[in-house]
């Protein structure tokens, strides 16, 4: 039996990039361009409005806020004081849009990128077409200072991203992939020795959040659930989401045991940003957060 869940929030587009942080979730909607946050009483708030799609947030060793520009294709810093200063430009490395993103201890930033026009292909080829073949893309190493590197190539819609409590392994959703992705993080950042930590099929990884036993639990946008994953692809729970597929997911509260899960009618731009439908629903869990983000 599933767990049961309530509506935390409600009344915006499209939920993405949720992240605990001072005893609120924080999340970007889309295509109403703001950055939200809401506690477990309720309360919602925005906290930015911007000129573009934001998508992944972070934040620095001194508390400020990175977050992701999607269609510049930008990282951008809201420093302590409320000023807004560009932080780091992916447009070399990166194509279409630009997504989700974690920030390490140190304040170096991984941010994935669709790499082609995914609603465009969607609507002519299907979603299995679109599955077998794709164009692929980069996982963007951003330093601290902003400099930008290719931190891993030719991967297929790369996503959500953990990094383990140890901060020696940084976990990537391959969407379009269907798996999990691993790699060992070396100094700088480097990323090396990819391997495959879970096949999810015929789920598919969207958001995903570390758990302290070493579970994953991944947002299905193609069905209403969040699954919770094992190394090596075993399904361990399965939380509904109702009506709506989930597309992000993230764990915090009080002991870590809350699962804030975002959702939504569509990831279609043209359905989610026509209504405010999306929510986030949360559940309570036995395993905490553990790790990045």
Known sequence: MSRPTRVLAEGFHFGEGPRWHEGRLWFSDFYSRTIRSVDLAGDHRIELELDDQPSGLGWMPDGSLLFVSMRKRQVWRRHLDGSLALHADLGPLTAH??????????????????????????????????????????????????????????????????????????????????????????????????????????????????DAEGAIWIANPLA??????????????????????????????????HLFMLCAPSSDAGVASSAAKGVVLVAEVDSPRAGRP
């Not at 077409?129 to 891993?152: E, T």
């Not at 798996?179 to 950042?189: C, K, M, S, V």
């Not at 994953?229 to 509904?240: K, T």
Request: charged content about 20%.
């Open 97 to 210: 849009l630009c997504n989700d993103m974690v920030v390490d201890s140190e304040g170096r930033a991984y941010v994935g990128n669709f790499g082609f026009d995914l609603d465009h292909e969607l609507s002519t080829r299907g979603v299995a077409s679109v599955l077998a073949d794709h164009p692929k893309a980069n996982v963007v190493l951003v330093q601290p200072d902003g400099s930008v590197s290719v931190g891993a190539p030719d991967m297929s819609f790369p996503n959500g991203t953990v990094i383990t409590p140890d901060g020696k392994t940084l976990i990537v959703g391959e969407t379009l992939g269907a798996r999990l992705t691993a790699f060992a993080i070396g100094e700088g950042g480097a990323l090396s020795r990819r391997r495959v930590w879970a096949d999810t099929m015929p789920r598919v990884p969207d958001g995903i959040a570390l």
């Open 224 to 257: 209403p659930e969040c699954a919770r994953i094992a190394e090596g692809g075993a399904v361990l729970e399965v939380v509904s989401t109702g009506e709506m597929p989930c597309y992000a997911c993230m764990l915090g509260g009080p002991e870590g045991r």
